[in-house]
């Protein structure tokens, strides 16, 4: 059974800095993408940055694009997002999702693309 827990959550003050962590488990075997998404109250769950297996490629949106970095670590199947320059519209929960069906260089942008998904974690950013 696959689970994705992320972590790292909390309250910020604008322009300040969060890490958020997603620790993957059970039976994913091969290469598998991962997503970061956010979802507020009232709005649709929008990709924030994914990252592809072998962490040569990455995508961000433009809302956190020069803001965000997505990293990972397969060694310990745990994918990181660094969050700077936090703004209150960054305010959200978010989650981690794995895509298993893309290659080794390949993610997608799509939530309907992933396949796994974590419980999430509450980013609040104070203005």
């Known amino acids: 059974q696959v689970q994705l827990v992320e972590s790292g959550g909390g309250l910020v003050q604008a322009g300040g800095s969060l890490r958020l962590s997603c620790a993957a488990s059970?039976?994913?075997?091969?290469?598998?993408?991962m997503g970061w998404f956010r979802q507020s109250p009232g709005k649709e769950r929008e990709i924030v940055s994914a990252i592809s297996w072998t962490g040569g490629s990455t995508y961000y949106a433009d809302s956190v694009k020069g803001r965000c970095t997505t990293s990972r670590d397969n060694s310990k199947n745990t994918v990181y997002l660094q969050m700077n320059s936090l703004k209150p519209e960054d305010t959200a929960v978010y989650y981690c999702a794995a895509d298993v069906r893309v290659s080794d260089y390949g993610m997608g942008y799509r939530a309907s693309e992933y396949d796994y998904w974590g419980q999430g974690t509450q980013v609040t950013v104070s203005s």
């Open positions: 059970g039976l994913i075997y091969g290469s598998y993408a």
